[in-house]
Nanobody, 126 residues
Framework: QVQLVQSGGGSVQAGGSLRLSCDAS?????????VGWFRQAPGKEREGVAA????????YYTDSMKGRATISQDNAKNTVYLQMNSLNPEDTAMYYC??????????????????WGRGTQVTVSS
Protein backbone atom coordinates (compact mmCIF):
# COMPACT_ATOMS: atom_id res chain seq x y z
CA GLN A 1 0.00 0.00 0.00
CA VAL A 2 1.28 3.43 -0.92
CA GLN A 3 0.03 6.62 0.66
CA LEU A 4 0.92 9.71 -1.30
CA VAL A 5 0.88 12.94 0.65
CA GLN A 6 0.81 16.05 -1.48
CA SER A 7 1.77 19.58 -0.53
CA GLY A 8 2.37 22.83 -2.32
CA GLY A 9 0.07 24.45 -4.82
CA GLY A 10 -2.03 27.53 -4.20
CA SER A 11 -2.64 30.74 -6.08
CA VAL A 12 -0.13 32.61 -8.22
CA GLN A 13 -0.19 35.29 -10.86
CA ALA A 14 0.55 34.57 -14.48
CA GLY A 15 4.26 34.20 -15.08
CA GLY A 16 4.88 32.89 -11.59
CA SER A 17 6.17 29.56 -10.35
CA LEU A 18 5.04 26.87 -7.96
CA ARG A 19 6.51 23.66 -6.64
CA LEU A 20 4.41 20.67 -5.74
CA SER A 21 5.60 17.88 -3.47
CA CYS A 22 4.59 14.24 -3.23
CA ASP A 23 5.75 12.26 -0.22
CA ALA A 24 5.76 8.50 -0.80
CA SER A 25 7.66 7.55 2.33
CA UNK A 26 5.08 4.94 3.40
CA UNK A 27 6.17 2.63 0.59
CA UNK A 28 9.04 0.43 1.73
CA UNK A 29 10.27 -0.27 -1.81
CA UNK A 30 10.35 3.40 -2.71
CA UNK A 31 13.17 2.92 -5.21
CA UNK A 32 10.93 0.67 -7.31
CA UNK A 33 8.21 3.26 -7.79
CA UNK A 34 7.22 5.22 -10.82
CA VAL A 35 5.74 8.52 -9.62
CA GLY A 36 3.76 10.70 -11.96
CA TRP A 37 2.01 14.04 -11.90
CA PHE A 38 -1.38 14.60 -13.47
CA ARG A 39 -3.74 17.52 -13.64
CA GLN A 40 -7.43 18.00 -14.25
CA ALA A 41 -8.98 21.31 -15.18
CA PRO A 42 -12.72 21.92 -14.70
CA GLY A 43 -14.69 20.21 -17.42
CA LYS A 44 -11.63 18.48 -18.86
CA GLU A 45 -10.16 15.01 -18.65
CA ARG A 46 -7.24 14.28 -16.39
CA GLU A 47 -3.95 14.51 -18.26
CA GLY A 48 -0.42 13.45 -17.48
CA VAL A 49 2.29 16.02 -16.98
CA ALA A 50 5.47 14.19 -15.99
CA ALA A 51 6.77 10.99 -14.42
CA UNK A 52 9.95 9.74 -12.83
CA UNK A 53 11.26 6.26 -12.10
CA UNK A 54 12.84 6.48 -8.68
CA UNK A 55 15.34 3.68 -9.22
CA UNK A 56 17.11 5.30 -12.15
CA UNK A 57 15.93 8.89 -12.09
CA UNK A 58 14.68 8.58 -15.66
CA UNK A 59 12.10 11.24 -16.39
CA TYR A 60 9.24 11.44 -18.82
CA TYR A 61 7.17 14.42 -19.91
CA THR A 62 4.08 15.07 -21.94
CA ASP A 63 3.48 18.15 -24.04
CA SER A 64 0.89 19.43 -21.58
CA MET A 65 3.25 21.96 -20.01
CA LYS A 66 5.64 22.22 -22.94
CA GLY A 67 8.98 22.44 -21.13
CA ARG A 68 7.72 24.55 -18.24
CA ALA A 69 7.58 21.67 -15.75
CA THR A 70 10.46 19.76 -14.18
CA ILE A 71 10.04 16.59 -12.15
CA SER A 72 12.71 15.66 -9.64
CA GLN A 73 13.27 13.50 -6.58
CA ASP A 74 14.86 13.74 -3.17
CA ASN A 75 15.57 10.18 -2.15
CA ALA A 76 16.58 11.18 1.35
CA LYS A 77 13.04 12.43 1.86
CA ASN A 78 11.25 9.88 -0.37
CA THR A 79 9.70 12.88 -2.07
CA VAL A 80 9.05 13.78 -5.68
CA TYR A 81 8.67 17.38 -6.80
CA LEU A 82 7.05 19.10 -9.73
CA GLN A 83 8.52 22.52 -10.40
CA MET A 84 6.27 24.60 -12.62
CA ASN A 85 7.43 27.85 -14.20
CA SER A 86 5.92 30.53 -16.43
CA LEU A 87 2.45 29.57 -15.27
CA ASN A 88 -0.57 30.87 -17.13
CA PRO A 89 -4.32 30.75 -16.41
CA GLU A 90 -4.67 27.64 -18.60
CA ASP A 91 -2.58 25.80 -16.00
CA THR A 92 -5.33 26.24 -13.43
CA ALA A 93 -6.31 22.74 -12.35
CA MET A 94 -6.28 20.18 -9.59
CA TYR A 95 -2.90 18.49 -9.61
CA TYR A 96 -2.45 14.89 -8.50
CA CYS A 97 0.55 12.74 -7.87
CA UNK A 98 0.23 9.07 -8.55
CA UNK A 99 2.41 5.99 -8.37
CA UNK A 100 2.77 2.41 -9.47
CA UNK A 101 5.41 -0.21 -8.87
CA UNK A 102 7.90 -0.76 -11.64
CA UNK A 103 9.36 1.33 -14.41
CA UNK A 104 7.46 4.21 -15.93
CA UNK A 105 5.88 4.02 -19.33
CA UNK A 106 6.93 6.67 -21.81
CA UNK A 107 3.28 7.58 -22.40
CA UNK A 108 1.87 8.83 -19.10
CA UNK A 109 -1.68 7.54 -18.76
CA UNK A 110 -3.76 7.52 -15.61
CA UNK A 111 -4.83 3.90 -15.98
CA UNK A 112 -1.20 2.86 -15.42
CA UNK A 113 -1.24 4.20 -11.85
CA UNK A 114 -2.96 2.54 -8.94
CA UNK A 115 -2.01 4.85 -6.07
CA TRP A 116 -3.19 8.44 -5.99
CA GLY A 117 -2.75 11.49 -3.82
CA ARG A 118 -5.73 13.60 -2.82
CA GLY A 119 -4.87 16.42 -5.18
CA THR A 120 -3.85 20.00 -4.68
CA GLN A 121 -5.38 23.03 -6.34
CA VAL A 122 -3.28 25.34 -8.50
CA THR A 123 -4.92 28.61 -9.53
CA VAL A 124 -3.22 31.03 -11.89
CA SER A 125 -4.68 34.49 -12.28
CA SER A 126 -4.08 36.84 -15.19
Amino acid sequence: QVQLVQSGGGSVQAGGSLRLSCDASTYLAYSMLCVGWFRQAPGKEREGVAAIYIGSGDTYYTDSMKGRATISQDNAKNTVYLQMNSLNPEDTAMYYCAAHAGRCYSLIKENQYNYWGRGTQVTVSS
